[in-house]
């Protein structure tokens, strides 16, 4: 199995959550449980990790945000740019 680093993606998820818990959310809201999320991929994608891990994480933040999140919203945005990411670094990966 290739292995792929997952460490400027890891790096660029806890910015999110950093920026998420500055806004200190509500118990149980959206953008709590989204942290709770973000919080699995970062300790997934850190060294050593397999794709599967982090693929596993990726997909219960994607279920998450088509259930919950409104794709026009501030959250939805930072899902779409973060699967953007996450894109990134498998297809930088495969190119190498």
């Known amino acids: 199995m290739r292995t792929i680093y997952f460490g400027d993606f890891r790096i660029y998820v806890l910015e999110h959550i950093k ?4 806004q ?3 118990h149980q809201s959206t953008e709590w449980f989204l942290l709770r999320y973000l919080g699995k991929i970062a300790k997934n994608s850190n060294p050593p990790t397999t794709p599967g891990r ?4 990726m997909g219960g933040l994607i279920r998450f945000y088509v ?3 409104d794709e026009n919203s501030e959250l939805g945005d930072r899902c779409i740019k973060i ?4 894109r990134k670094t ?5 190119e190498s």
């Open 19 to 22: 920026a998420l818990e500055a």
């Open 24 to 26: 200190n959310p509500e």
């Open 54 to 57: 982090v693929e596993g994480s």
């Open 67 to 69: 259930d919950t999140i």
């Open 83 to 86: 699967y953007a990411e996450y």
């Open 90 to 94: 498998l297809r930088f990966n495969q």
